[in-house]
């Protein structure tokens, strides 16, 4: 039996678990704007599965050619 893929959550690294993150408005005017996150909507957590890019062998297991 195979391992049921469980979908882990993971702190959002673009908004780190914030749900939001602040930009500069533009660079003449350097104020704060809050944009909600759209990596992972606001949740502050991403499936992992969704950023394997990220964490490449969760389980330390890598391939050989
Ligand atoms: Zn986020």
Known sequence: MAKEPKLKKII???????GFFKVKESVERQV?????????????EV????DSSIIMDADGL???H
């Not at 499936?47 to 969704?50: A, L, V």
């Open 47 to 50: 499936d992992e599965t969704k």
């Open 32 to 44: 704060d704007k809050v944009v909600q996150c759209p990596m992972c909507n606001s949740q502050g």
């Open 62 to 64: 890598h391939r050989m």
């Open 12 to 18: 959002c690294p673009r908004c780190r678990g914030n």
